[in-house]
């Protein structure tokens, strides 16, 4: 589960980083520092680099755990439910001794 786990995540992580590098993504980081104003804006962009160089330390690594955690999530709710489909049709009763 963990080769799966590490495949999506390097591909959302791929998406999200592409995502973050589009102009439009970029003039939108802008606009929201323009709105904060010069007295703002400066420790605003600070704390987003902040925020980007610990996203670039763990991020990855964090996304894989999640998905480790979401795919065992998932795992234990699909055996669950068959399990009680299973039983709802009869597939798991033990049979009587009591045909002869």
């Known amino acids: 589960m963990s080769a799966l786990a590490r495949w999506l995540s390097r591909r959302l992580w791929f998406w999200m980083?592409?995502?973050m590098r589009r102009n439009?993504?970029?003039?939108?980081?802008?606009?929201?520092?323009?709105l904060l104003g010069s007295r703002w804006s400066a420790r605003a962009r600070r704390s987003v680099v902040a925020q980007n160089r610990w996203a670039r330390r763990y991020g990855l690594g964090l996304m894989t755990l999640s998905m480790n955690l979401f795919l065992a999530s998932l795992f234990i709710s699909l055996s669950y439910a068959l399990t009680l489909e299973l039983y709802s049709a009869g597939a798991l009763t033990v049979p009587s001794d009591r045909a002869h």
């Open 17 to 19: 980083l592409w995502i």
């Open 24 to 34: 439009w993504m970029k003039r939108l980081q802008n606009a929201t520092y323009r």
